[in-house]
């Protein structure tokens, strides 16, 4: 059975630094890897999605990378920002596989 | 306008009652789905429906029964409720589950058994 984790589960930074959250599968047999955020008391909300043929996406400030033979993928984050601050989330999905990780809670310090 | 909704947002109920909770969603996806968040914040599946159809149906008790009444539509009724059903309830869909599609969610009901 698929288990994921994520480490560091709680990480502090000061505004404007860059910093990874990472995120690690046991079996690289994966469709696709998202990345999630999740506010207090809200939903999830997608921010990226790696389909298992690629090695990265990138949207604004954020860039993810997958590497499924050692069933790892990272989430980059460019000059943090307060706004930033929320849990992220990681999960492996596709076929009948929807495993998240445990989460990492990010407080960006203004 | 809202993509994937829940009704309602908190419910606060007796053990030993019954309750549901619903979702819809408005994206036109073919797949809807039930997670299970715990006090802990971990997320887990309990169910997926595909064209109302049932593909995935984790150990969950027989007490939560899904329905499906529409593609549009998935919903999530628990009996006789237990302390240990308190938790955040997630409903998603996504237009194809089999690819792995983007899942998008709506923003939970919070079950409090007392």
Same mark, same amino acid.
């Given at each position: @059975?698929?288990?994921?984790?994520?480490?560091?589960?709680?990480?502090?930074?000061?505004?404007?630094?860059?910093?990874?959250?990472?995120?690690?599968? +046991?079996?690289?047999?994966?469709?696709?890897?998202?990345?999630?955020?999740?506010?207090?008391? @809200?939903?999830? +909300?997608?921010?990226?999605?790696?389909?298992?043929?690629?090695?990265?996406? !990138?949207?604004?400030?954020?860039?993810?990378?997958l590497d499924k033979s050692?069933?790892?993928? !990272?989430?980059?984050?460019?000059?943090?920002?307060?706004?930033?601050?929320? !849990?992220?989330?990681?999960?492996?999905?596709?076929?009948?596989?929807?495993?998240?990780?445990?989460?990492?809670?990010?407080?960006?310090?203004? | 306008?809202?993509?994937?909704?829940?009704?309602?947002?908190?419910?606060?109920?007796?053990?030993?009652?019954?309750?549901?909770?619903?979702?819809?969603? $408005?994206?036109?996806?073919?797949?809807?789905?039930?997670?299970?968040?715990?006090?802990?914040?971990?997320?887990? /599946?309990?169910?997926?429906?595909? $064209?109302?159809?049932? /593909?995935?149906?984790?150990?969950?008790?027989?007490?939560?029964?899904?329905?499906?009444?529409?593609?549009?539509?998935?919903?999530?009724? /628990? $009996?006789?409720?237990?302390?240990?059903?308190?938790?955040?309830?997630?409903?998603?869909?996504?237009?194809?589950?089999?690819?792995?599609?983007?899942?998008y969610f709506g923003p939970?009901?919070?079950?409090?058994?007392?």
């Open positions: @059975k698929q288990e994921v984790t994520q480490i560091p589960a709680a990480l502090s930074v000061p505004e404007g630094e860059n910093l990874v959250l990472n995120c690690s599968f +046991t079996d690289s047999a994966i469709y696709n890897l998202q990345w999630f955020r999740q506010d207090p008391g @809200k939903g999830l +909300t997608s921010l990226l999605l790696i389909q298992s043929s690629q090695r990265e996406q !990138t949207s604004g400030r954020l860039n993810a990378s050692s069933g790892r993928s !990272t989430l980059y984050i460019a000059a943090s920002q307060p706004g930033d601050s929320a !849990t992220y989330l990681c999960a492996v999905t596709g076929g009948n596989q929807f495993y998240f990780g445990t989460g990492t809670s990010l407080t960006v310090i203004p | 306008d809202t993509a994937v909704s829940q009704t309602p947002k908190y419910l606060v109920t007796q053990m030993g009652n019954d309750k549901s909770i619903k979702c819809e969603q $408005n994206l036109g996806h073919d797949t809807m789905y039930w997670y299970k968040q715990d006090s802990k914040k971990f997320l887990k /599946i309990m169910f997926s429906y595909n $064209n109302k159809e049932l /593909i995935i149906n984790e150990t969950v008790p027989n007490r939560f029964s899904p329905k499906s009444p529409d593609k549009a539509h998935l919903n999530l009724h /628990i $009996n006789s409720l237990e302390l240990g059903d308190s938790a955040v309830y997630f409903c998603a869909s996504s237009q194809d589950y089999l690819r792995g599609d983007t899942q939970g009901t919070r079950l409090t058994v007392l």
